[in-house]
């Protein structure tokens, strides 16, 4: 059994002398009555709410009165149509151990919708249907998301989505030359592109302009929805309003939506703004008169704004908005707990967002189908390293980034938060995002992440203003597939270019202490300059590059010239505040980091790990620019399943041109690694099950290396989860990646 978190516990302190009132909402309700009854009397005289705005208000009355007093709000099962969203405020607020809780009725499950139900379909060309909005209120919506039978819908689109190949179908590609990725090309703009000769249909649409390219611009990190400016068929060229994030290469892909057209598929759809008019192919036949659909008119079905406290909302769904489903801005001691968010937000929005406060929590939810992310979680203040402590633990997180390819399962950030307990898969980049300081990501399982999109890991950070993330720990958590999904040897790969951890552009201070990862394309753990990072009793397997990488910078190197500025400010921003003395080799000044051999990083230390390879041609370590003598390592068992254990290790300079580097262990030690390190089996319960656990005889915990809680990975059950047990959503493990 695992203990209940200390915040939670204190959100549920009963105080013996604290008294209760609840009120009850249902879709039967009537606002004129007392909304005391769960269910109307006899006589329908009296019974409960029908709104959440009239309950408030009996809310805040009571609390007027008696502000010592436990306040409940019950919901009944039901669609409560939030057209304009719900808010609460710092009124609406509790005390400890007499919180103001919302929350479904016992056992049934209110849904809490941010739009309208569109009904009144009439045939109109085949399958297609169409309605007029103007006639059901919304003669101005805009919307880009449309709900039906609980699903999102695709929104009219060339090529079409193709729902047995996902992330590798449905694509156009970029005419031109191919260029190398990391290569400058000088005159390049972020707006224009052309299309293959044998795509002709941009040049065919009546209305261009309202077209939207759906595109991964250069490198392959995340996308971006830009409105057309132009077409020329002649030239084949289309011209964008507004830039990418980089230009748009010959070979990326791309789709095109908002095109009256191209509705010609099942589940597609389109909205006329200049006529009010919906039209709309549902997936699958159905009687027009018996089509309703959902679409969003809020950005946020729930609200809870500055200064709001002891507040809880448990046992609620919420589903259909343009942004963030739910927001806590500047709270404190607020639980979101065992709710389900599914199907919101647009490029934008996220399923929970934390902004700021303190001890607010997000526990318990099923949260998929996100525009963006998952869970977003900030607050504390970096520079006096005062804890936000808000944290998102036991959630199940999948199928995030549906429109935001940068989209991850809980962005994490601020100072002093936590992310744990977590289950998350199926998203197009990472599970987890950070930056930030003393940031706690454990007892996690992330699996098959990095579906869409190159350079990514499980988890990931970085570190250009020096500070980031430093004195955060990463421990006890599964990591697995990270997969990542690219262009390579001219064509579409998966896996690729992915690995488990990844501290990147200098992050430092970072303890990474008892995970499993497996199976990352190139490896479980990349440091990318990294620096003063501990890296302790992990197990690192199937890495097809290394187990663990590390690619350093020079003092030439144009990554350290172009940061360095930033480093400099960040560094001496915080470096007089007391609370950063005791942080982890903060003496030394980032000018004063370039090593004698020209190398950066330095203070890494790698030792009691277990790296098992499973490929003849993958290494133990491989090293880049790497100062041994600064970055030791020692104790950790190594193994090679295919062969014998090699590494890949920088060239000295004073090696020929075309030397080879060297692979061999010994060579390794020679450098002053490892020197009291085994070659062994490691001796796990079961490896072709992914069962990392050690047999008692296992030659690692004779240099010391401690067995990992494998069983306090993960969610658990809990009165406060939505679910359980936890059924998995389908996903790349089921139907894996095709390119």
């Given at each position: ?6 915040s ?9 002398t604290?008294r209760a009132a609840?009120?009850?909402i249902?879709?039967s ?6 909304g005391?009854?769960?269910?109307a009397n006899?006589?329908n ?13 009996a ?14 709000v019950?919901i009944?099962a ?6 304009k969203?719900?808010?609460?405020s710092k009124e609406?607020s ?5 919180p103001v809780?919302w929350?479904?009725?016992?056992d049934e ?8 139900v ?6 109109f ?5 169409k309605?007029?909005l103007?006639?059901?209120g919304?003669?101005d ?9 609980g699903?999102?819908q ?9 729902p ?5 179908g449905?694509?156009?590609y970029?005419?031109g030359?191919?260029?190398p990725?990391?290569?400058e ?6 707006r ?8 002709a249909?941009?040049?065919t649409?009546?209305n ?7 595109v ?6 995340w ?7 132009s077409v ?5 060229t289309i ?16 789709y095109?939506?908002?095109?009256f057209?191209?509705?010609?598929a099942p589940?597609e759809w ?5 006529s009010a008019?919906l039209?709309f ?19 946020t079905?729930?609200d809870v704004?500055?200064?709001a ?10 589903q ?13 001691d607020c639980l ?5 968010v ?8 996220s399923?929970?967002?934390i ?17 963006s992310?998952g ?6 203040d ?12 036991n959630?199940?997180i999948?199928?995030?980034g549906?429109?935001?390819k940068?989209?991850?399962?809980i962005?994490?950030?601020?100072c002093g938060?936590?992310a744990?307990?977590n ?5 197009p ?8 300081n003393?940031l706690?990501?454990?007892?996690n399982?992330?699996r098959?992440?990095?579906l869409?999109?190159a ?13 980031s993330?430093r ?6 958590n ?37 995970n499993i990862?497996?199976?990352?394309r190139?490896?479980?753990?990349h ?13 690192f397997?199937d ?8 690619n ?6 144009r990554s350290?010239a ?17 609370a950063w003395?005791?942080?982890r080799n903060?003496d030394l000044h980032p ?11 330095s203070g ?11 490929d003849a041609?993958?290494k133990?370590?491989k090293?880049g ?15 090679n399943?295919a062969g ?7 060239k ?5 041109k075309n030397a ?6 010994e ?23 992914d ?5 008692p005889d296992?030659?690692a ?5 401690k067995?990992?809680p ?9 009165e406060l989860?939505a679910?359980?047990?936890?059924v998995?959503?389908e996903?790349a493990?089921e ?5």
């Amino acid at each position: 059994m695992i203990p209940k978190l200390i915040s939670i516990l204190c959100l549920f302190a009963a105080i013996p002398t604290a008294r209760a009132a609840e009120f009850f909402i249902a879709p039967s309700g009537n606002d004129a009555w007392s909304g005391k009854l769960a269910q109307a009397n006899d006589k329908n005289s009296d019974g409960p709410f029908l709104t959440l705005e009239r309950a408030r208000d009996a809310a805040r009355e009571v609390r007027k009165t008696a502000p010592a007093d436990a306040i409940t709000v019950s919901i009944r099962a039901g669609f409560y149509r939030l057209p304009k969203g719900f808010k609460l405020s710092k009124e609406d607020s509790g005390q400890a151990g007499a919180p103001v809780t919302w929350r479904g009725y016992n056992d049934e499950w209110p849904v809490l919708v941010g739009g309208k139900v569109v009904s009144g379909f009439e045939p109109f060309k085949g399958e297609i249907l169409k309605v007029d909005l103007a006639a059901q209120g919304l003669k101005d919506a805009k919307f880009s998301q449309l709900i039906f039978n609980g699903e999102r819908q695709h929104l009219a689109r060339w090529p079409n989505y193709d729902p047995q190949n996902p992330y590798g179908g449905g694509w156009a590609y970029a005419d031109g030359k191919l260029v190398p990725m990391y290569a400058e090309v000088p005159g390049e703009d972020r707006r224009t592109f052309k299309y293959k000769e044998a795509d002709a249909r941009p040049g065919t649409w009546a209305n261009p302009a309202e077209a939207e390219v759906f595109v991964f611009a250069r490198y392959n990190w995340w996308n971006n929805i830009v409105r057309f400016a132009s077409v020329d068929p002649a030239t084949r060229t289309i011209k964008l309003s507004a830039d990418c994030s980089y230009p748009i290469r010959p070979g990326d892909r791309y789709y095109v939506q908002n095109v009256f057209e191209e509705l010609d598929a099942p589940g597609e759809w389109y909205l006329d703004k200049k006529s009010a008019t919906l039209y709309f192919w549902p997936p699958k036949k159905v009687r027009a008169q018996a089509v309703e659909v959902l679409v969003p008119t809020t950005r946020t079905i729930l609200d809870v704004g500055e200064g709001a406290h002891h507040l809880t909302i448990r046992g609620l769904r919420f589903q259909c908005c343009e942004g963030t489903a739910v927001e806590f801005k500047n709270a404190s001691d607020c639980l979101f707990a065992g709710n389900k968010v599914t199907d919101v937000g647009d490029y934008h929005g996220s399923g929970v967002g934390i902004n700021g406060g303190f001890n607010n929590g997000v526990a318990g939810c099923d949260i998929s189908g996100t525009g963006s992310n998952g869970v977003s979680i900030n607050g504390g203040d970096r520079k006096t390293l005062t804890a936000g402590n808000n944290y998102a633990d036991n959630n199940y997180i999948h199928h995030v980034g549906v429109f935001y390819k940068q989209g991850v399962g809980i962005s994490m950030s601020g100072c002093g938060n936590r992310a744990s307990h977590n289950l998350i898969h199926d998203g197009p980049r990472m599970g987890i995002m950070f930056s930030g300081n003393n940031l706690i990501i454990e007892y996690n399982h992330i699996r098959h992440i990095n579906l869409e999109t190159a350079d990514t890991g499980a988890v990931y950070t970085g570190g250009r203003d020096w500070i980031s993330s430093r004195g955060t720990v990463i421990r006890y958590n599964y990591f697995h597939d990270s997969l990542g999904y690219g262009f390579e040897n001219g064509k579409w790969e998966s896996p690729h270019y992915s690995w488990g951890i990844y501290l990147d552009d200098n992050a430092g201070g970072v303890d990474v202490i008892g995970n499993i990862v497996a199976r990352a394309r190139r490896g479980p753990l990349h440091l990318h300059n990294g620096r003063d990072n501990l890296v302790e009793n992990n197990i690192f397997v199937d890495g097809k590059i290394a187990q663990i990488e590390c690619n350093g910078w020079t003092e030439q190197s144009r990554s350290w010239a172009t940061h360095l500025p930033t480093m400099i400010k960040g560094y001496e921003s915080v470096i007089d505040q007391p609370a950063w003395k005791s942080m982890r080799n903060m003496d030394l000044h980032p000018s004063k980091a370039v090593l004698p051999d020209s190398t950066i990083m330095s203070g890494n230390v790698f030792q009691r790990n277990i790296l098992v390879s499973m490929d003849a041609k993958a290494k133990a370590f491989k090293v880049g620019s790497f100062n041994y003598e600064k970055n030791p390592s020692d104790y950790n068992l190594v193994w090679n399943t295919a062969g014998p254990v090699k590494v890949g290790m920088s060239k000295p300079k004073t090696a020929a041109k075309n030397a080879p580097a060297k692979e061999n262990w010994e060579d390794w030690q020679a450098a002053g690694e490892d020197a009291h390190s085994l070659v062994a089996d490691p001796m796990f319960v079961d490896a072709a099950k992914d069962d990392y656990r050690l047999k008692p005889d296992s030659p690692a915990f004779k240099l010391g290396f401690k067995a990992i809680p494998v069983e306090k990975i993960g969610p658990y059950k809990d009165e406060l989860r939505a679910t359980w047990p936890i059924v998995e959503a389908e996903g790349a493990r089921e139907k894996p990646l095709t390119p």
